[in-house]
């Protein structure tokens, strides 16, 4: 499912989520949801692409929440809102699935909807005097559990309490403070911030991203050093291509050049 309220572009090795709804400050709607887990896919599949960025294109915003003019259509029965919930989840976990490193670019608004876009990637950029909300309860919903577990991870117990119970407006200082946000940069520079980072990313062993992904994923399911899964994972990075390229480059004293596995 496409939508020309969110698109892809591809360079350097570099794969961009664009969210492409200016008007409303890229709120985002039911179209925008359903189009996510095809764009991550193609990235993925792509040989080319080694690094995924999202941001918000020319909107001034990332994402100022969902769509709310959508909230009559969507919540009219058990069975839509139902429908909503599983579209968002399904978008969500595309993107804190794929196996390529993914970074959120955030310039503007990043509220609702937009943090939870945000925390499923693995690195956060923000522009300084950015502003951040999660705001379920000031519209007497919940915010989901998956979201829940993720804003945990990055802020801890207390502060995620502080943020859902609040619905407060908060801004990329204290974001960063909090473990919200990974990296600060200057107001506006958030995007060539990632562009930057993917690039040095890049240049790293996909094969090593994608388990290491899998590893910090496997830390929640319980997996130690002695977990079966564990081992052979560990073992399984002596035997692909990218560990003897990695380092024969490095007693060689020469830049990796890195297969894609």
């Not at 570099?14 to 925008?32: C, Q, T, V």
């Not at 950015?130 to 502060?159: N, Q």
Request: net charge negative.
């Amino acid at each position: 499912m496409n939508s020309s309220r969110i698109y892809s572009e591809i360079s350097n090795g570099i794969g961009e989520l664009i969210l492409n709804k200016p008007e409303k400050r890229n709120a985002l709607s039911s179209d925008m949801w359903g189009a996510i887990p095809e764009l991550i896919a193609e990235f993925q599949e792509n040989r080319d692409v080694k690094t995924v960025i999202i941001h918000g294109g020319t909107a001034g915003a990332f994402a100022a929440g969902a769509d709310i003019s959508e909230f009559e259509s969507i919540y009219a029965t058990a069975e839509s809102a139902a429908n909503s919930a599983d579209l968002i989840s399904n978008a969500l976990t595309s993107i804190a699935e794929c196996r390529k490193p993914v970074i959120a670019a955030i310039d503007g608004a990043c509220v609702g909807g937009g943090v939870s876009v945000a925390l499923a990637a693995d690195i956060r950029v923000a522009g300084e005097g950015s502003r951040f909300a999660v705001t379920p309860a000031k519209l007497g919903l919940v915010y989901p559990v998956d979201d829940t577990r993720r804003l945990i991870e990055a802020v801890g117990v207390p502060a995620a309490k502080d943020i859902l119970l609040t619905g407060r407006l908060f801004l990329t200082e204290e974001a960063f403070r909090l473990g919200l946000v990974t990296r600060m940069v200057a107001a506006g520079e958030a995007l060539a911030t990632a562009r930057t980072l993917a690039e040095q990313i890049g240049l790293n062993s996909l094969w090593s991203h994608g388990a290491t992904k899998r590893s910090f994923k496997a830390v929640n399911e319980g997996w130690t050093d002695k977990t079966a899964e564990a081992k052979a994972l560990f073992l399984e990075s002596f035997s692909n291509e990218d560990f003897e390229e990695g380092y024969t480059a490095f007693l060689g004293k020469r830049p990796a050049k890195f297969t894609y596995c």
